[in-house]
């Protein structure tokens, strides 16, 4: 069974970088769009930003101008990089992959950013 692992999370002051990492444990067929969702204590999972098999991008309002989404589809890998990080942006990150017949979650990775 396929499984996606995450990483990258952790804790970091405001102003901040961190880049998260997402990999899949087997192989994948035909991926579609890949990407990355939140979800902060108390509220619902929402889209962070998402990358199409051919490289359309897809961010949020609220991350736009400091989060960049980015794939290889040699190694079925996407990778979020987060700069000028608020505390707002706490939360626990989730990779997705939408493929032909199936759609993954990992299991999320922390990201908390302190004031």
């Known amino acids: 069974q396929v499984q996606l692992v995450e990483s990258g999370g952790g804790l970091v002051q405001a102003g901040g970088s961190l880049r998260l990492s997402c990999a899949s444990s087997?192989?994948?067929?035909?991926?579609?769009?890949m990407g990355w969702y939140r979800q902060a204590p108390g509220k619902q999972r929402e889209l962070v930003a998402s990358i199409s098999s051919g490289g359309n991008t897809n961010y949020a309002d609220f991350v736009k101008g400091r989060f960049s989404i980015s794939r290889d589809n040699a190694k079925n890998t996407v990778s979020l990089q987060m700069n000028s990080l608020k505390p707002e942006d706490t939360g626990v990150y989730y990779c997705?992959?939408?493929?032909?017949?199936?759609?993954?979650w990992g299991q999320g990775t922390q990201v908390t950013v302190s004031s």
């Open positions: 997705n992959i939408v493929a032909r017949f199936s759609s993954y």
């Open positions: 087997g192989s994948i067929f035909s991926i579609n769009v």
